[in-house]
């Protein structure tokens, strides 16, 4: 127990050190505190910066909290992913940002023949400046939710139900018209061989709608669209 204790000690402050120890225990609930140092040198992403990076190199100081949980309540497991990431930039203090994470629901099973899992999402990050043209300060925001029922028809047959929504918002003026809400719903049936190998099929359906529509001179144009896939695996 003192092993333990202390190990887990060490590992809030050395991450590294302990990395082995804390990945195998089974501790429902754990704590997680990481802070590193790193240098970019072309931060600003530029296609031709000069030879030495300047004015687009920089350190950057990260600090990441986080923690998860997976409690079990009888046959239920609740989970949660949760973190806090801060991010100074020590030239470029324009992009100083603090990051947050939030993933949260329960895996749950009722009688034999039912499974599935539930999940809520919410995210704040600063977007990947290769995705920036104008290389803005674009902060994302997420905010999602999922549902998927499992039915076993029989020893090797399972069925399922997929249904998830997705919300995207940009803060960049330049990038808003990114900001979308997706929606989507799959079918799968899976079978499992003697041997314990797997066939997936699966029917998915996604719609993706923008907040935003895309003017093009005077015509103001609706850039929903729909993606439809089927998969066997």
């Known amino acids: 127990m003192r092993r333990k204790t202390l190990c887990s000690l060490v590992w809030l402050a050395f991450p590294a050190v302990c990395a082995t120890d804390v990945s195998d225990t089974e501790d429902p609930i754990q704590l997680q505190l990481e802070t590193r140092m790193t240098h970019d040198s072309n931060v600003l992403r530029l296609s031709s910066p000069d030879a030495q990076g ?7 100081l990260k600090l990441d909290l986080a923690l998860k949980a997976n409690v079990a309540v009888g046959r239920q497991h609740l989970v949660l992913d949760a973190g806090v990431d801060k991010n100074d930039y020590r030239r470029l203090s324009n992009l100083d940002n603090t990051g947050r994470r939030v993933r949260l629901g329960a895996d749950w099973e009722v009688g034999k023949l039912w499974s599935g899992t539930i999940r809520y999402g919410h995210a704040r990050y600063l977007a990947n400046l290769n995705d920036v043209p104008d290389r803005n300060r674009d902060v994302v925001t997420e905010d999602g939710v999922s549902l998927r029922v499992d039915r076993r028809l ?7 139900v997929e249904l998830g929504e997705l919300e995207k918002d940009h803060t960049d ?5 990114l900001s979308s809400r997706n929606v ?3 079918l799968g049936l899976t079978y ?7 066939i997936d099929s699966s029917l998915r359906r996604s719609e993706t709608h923008f907040r935003d529509r895309q ?8 850039n929903r669209y729909n993606d439809t896939e089927l998969a066997v695996l």
């Open 173 to 177: 003026p330049f990038q808003q018209a």
């Open 215 to 222: 003017r093009v001179g005077a015509l103001s144009i609706d």
């Open 54 to 60: 300047r004015g687009t190199s920089d350190n950057i």
């Open 192 to 198: 499992t061989t003697r041997a314990g190998n797997t």
């Open 184 to 186: 989507s719903a799959t």
């Open 154 to 160: 029989e020893t090797r047959w399972l069925t399922r």
